[in-house]
């Protein structure tokens, strides 16, 4: 197996490194995949339209016609006879059937003779059929034909020709048809005559043998009687529950010590107890004024209660003679209720045998009297068919009315050449994409690695023969143009985000912040001590590989000066970038903040570069506060910096908005 030289590296000075294709490669008309597309996009299309437009044109040519069932004699308004054998459906059921009688073999074959003898057009009948079709239109009696060729000349002659030989089926089957019917009716009009007759006969001798004197039931004398004795023994036994209720009424009444007396004697009562409550209270209003002695002594007053006295004695004598006569009377009317309905019920008794013995007559007299009522209906239906039946014009003019006839079409109804020529062209154009991907997967022969593009980087292997290429063309990438993105920066998050973020932390989570947010790594937040604070001038000192002095406020210090240990994180156990990371993504997570995992150490870092930037520092000192930066990284921050000459640190802001308002 050949074997490749291992992978070279080339770093180059540019900022973008990205590289369009070679120019010394063959153009895209040339290369063998557009080749390829082209033979077969062309040989299908070529191939595709060739059948499209060499396909005949289709021609179609209609008429409408109305055609309605043949109103037969025997086909009454309302109903629908069955005596009747030639009734023919109506509606869907009448266009169907049309359907069937249009492309009948009888019809066709003498249209095809007609068309010959008047149009000289020799068409067999299986021709015929296959030319023309039939379709109802729904919900209604409207029939379209058709009739569809490639000849449009010959299509109008075959419908209109077609529709003749329909009309005058349609005219001699009418005849026919009156005529025979006639005849049926006649004969039945006869037959029932004769029945309704005899019909009539035996209903007057049943009326004289059962003595049968009106046609009504409840006019008869026996069922009149049987009616009145009903009515009658309803209303008595309704009044023996009136008369029943009343006495229970009057006699509980007693029981329980109640008031009961005659209507008559109730306003004498009424009188002396009104008259009784007044000396009751000109008694109390006495009693109240004087004493016994002076009442004893004093003959117009002693005579009060002597007075109320005899008209209490009078009210008690009139209540107990009222109760008496109030309870005589009640069971009086009970007594005479309940012997009347014994007296109706007794005569009931005796009539209900004669009655039912007229009930089954009568009931055997109405069955007569509806066989003979039916077949006067019939026989009044046969007559008004034959009145009709007589004064009808069918055979002058059939129920079909000829709506729109042919005409010659102008236009083909198939096929759409354009539609078809477009689908053509649309399936070639996939199948040269399709040919490709086929000519790419039969001739690959292996992957061979790509280049790898990375910022200031280019890994590429180089082939043999590779170099006597390079060779021959000096320089040729320091040319090019670049094609590749910047790097996407990191996410930025407003100060009133971060001031959230910090609000919700502890102190160990605000320390993190406050470093990070003052340009701070996380490699250098994690060697932090107590002795790089210098509190007086509101210095913080960054030792390692980028050993820096950042100004920080005196509000934020205040938090390390007392903090023990300083940061909080300096402990015993070592504290790694790594673990601070983890732990800032808990702070967002603790605070609600959305996708936490996007508040790293570099986000909070660029965050705070953004902020320093926007306020028009120079760019060149931006090393100063946040150490040394790539010159690529830093030439993307140039976008940050609004228009105009830069500003010294002096000049600036450094402590971030989030952080402003602490202490």
């Not at 034909?145 to 005058?168: C, K, Q, R, S």
């Not at 009145?387 to 709506?403: G, H, M, N, S």
């Not at 590429?460 to 170099?467: C, L, M, T």
């Not at 502890?506 to 996380?522: A, D, F, N, P, R």
Request: charged share 20%.
């Amino acid at each position: 197996m050949e074997q490749y030289p291992p992978p070279q590296i080339e770093i180059f000075p540019h900022q973008e490194h990205n590289f369009p294709p070679p120019h010394w490669q063959e153009p895209w008309y040339r290369s063998h995949r557009f080749k390829t597309f082209s033979i077969i996009f062309l040989l299908a299309t070529l191939i595709s339209q060739a059948y499209n437009f060499s396909r005949p044109a289709v021609f179609r040519s209609s008429a409408t016609l109305l055609t309605v069932a043949k109103t037969a004699a025997d086909q009454y308004i309302g109903k629908k006879n069955s005596l009747n054998p030639n009734m023919q459906g109506t509606g869907v059921e009448h266009v169907a059937i049309q359907k069937q009688l249009l492309l009948g073999s009888e019809i066709l074959a003498e249209a095809a003779r007609k068309l010959q003898q008047t149009e000289n057009i020799t068409l067999s009948v299986p021709d015929i059929r296959q030319m023309l079709n039939v379709k109802p239109v729904a919900e209604t009696n409207l029939v379209k034909m058709f009739a569809e060729g490639p000849t449009p000349e010959i299509l109008p002659l075959l419908i209109n020709t077609w529709i003749d030989v329909y009309l005058n089926f349609r005219s001699k089957d009418t005849e026919q048809s009156t005529g025979t019917t006639h005849k049926i009716i006649q004969d039945e009009l006869q037959s029932l005559s004769e029945k309704v007759e005899s019909k009539r006969t035996e209903l007057d001798q049943f009326r004289l043998s059962h003595h049968i004197s009106s046609t009504e039931r409840e006019e008869n004398q026996a069922l009149a009687r049987l009616k009145g004795l009903n009515e009658s023994l309803n209303l008595a036994s309704e009044e023996e529950v009136k008369t029943k209720a009343r006495l229970d009424a009057i006699n509980n009444a007693i029981i329980q010590g109640q008031a009961v007396v005659p209507q008559e004697d109730q306003r004498t009562i009424s009188a002396l107890e009104t008259r009784a409550q007044e000396l009751r209270e000109q008694i109390s209003e006495m009693e109240r004024r004087f004493t016994k002695d002076y009442i004893k002594l004093r003959p117009s007053l002693k005579f009060i209660p002597l007075e109320l006295e005899k008209l209490e004695t009078r009210i008690n004598s009139l209540r107990n003679r009222g109760k008496d006569i109030v309870q005589a009377e009640a069971q009086q009317a009970y007594s005479a209720a309940r012997q009347s309905v014994a007296s109706i019920n007794k005569q009931l008794s005796m009539h209900q045998a004669q009655a039912s013995q007229f009930s089954s007559r009568f009931a055997e007299h109405d069955a007569l009297k509806t066989d003979l009522e039916g077949l006067e209906l019939i026989h009044r239906e046969t007559q008004e068919r034959l009145f009709k039946l007589e004064a009808k014009q069918d055979t002058k003019y059939p129920q079909v009315d000829v709506i729109d006839r042919a005409y010659l079409p102008r236009d083909p109804i198939s096929p759409n050449y354009m539609r078809d020529a477009l689908i053509a062209l649309g399936g070639s154009f996939l199948l040269g994409l399709f040919s490709i991907w086929i000519a790419e997967f039969l001739t690959r022969t292996g992957n061979q690695p790509g280049p790898i593009t990375v910022p200031g980087v280019h890994i590429h292997n180089q082939i043999p023969g590779e170099a006597l290429v390079q060779q021959q063309r000096p320089n040729a990438l320091e040319k090019q143009t670049n094609y590749a993105l910047e790097r996407p920066m990191e996410t930025e998050f407003s100060p009133e985000t971060l001031h959230q973020l910090y609000l919700s932390s502890s102190l160990k989570g605000k320390q993190l912040l406050v470093l990070l947010l003052s340009g701070l790594t996380l490699d250098e937040a994690a060697m932090i001590e107590a002795d790089d604070f210098d509190y007086p001038n509101n210095m913080l000192s960054i030792t390692g590989e980028n050993p820096r002095l950042v100004p920080i406020n005196s509000a934020i210090h205040s938090m390390f000066e007392h903090s023990s240990p300083c940061p909080l994180w300096n402990t015993n156990q070592t504290m790694t970038a790594e673990d601070l990371a983890a732990f800032l993504v808990c702070l967002a997570a603790d605070s609600g903040l959305p996708h936490p995992e996007t508040y790293t150490g570099e986000a909070l870092r660029h965050n705070y570069i953004v902020y320093l930037l926007q306020q028009g520092l120079r760019l060149q000192d931006l090393e100063q506060i946040i150490g040394p930066i790539n010159h690529i990284t830093l030439s993307r921050y140039r976008h940050y910096s609004p228009p105009g000459p830069g500003r010294s640190i002096s000049e600036i802001e450094i402590t971030h908005p989030s952080l402003a308002n602490i202490g």
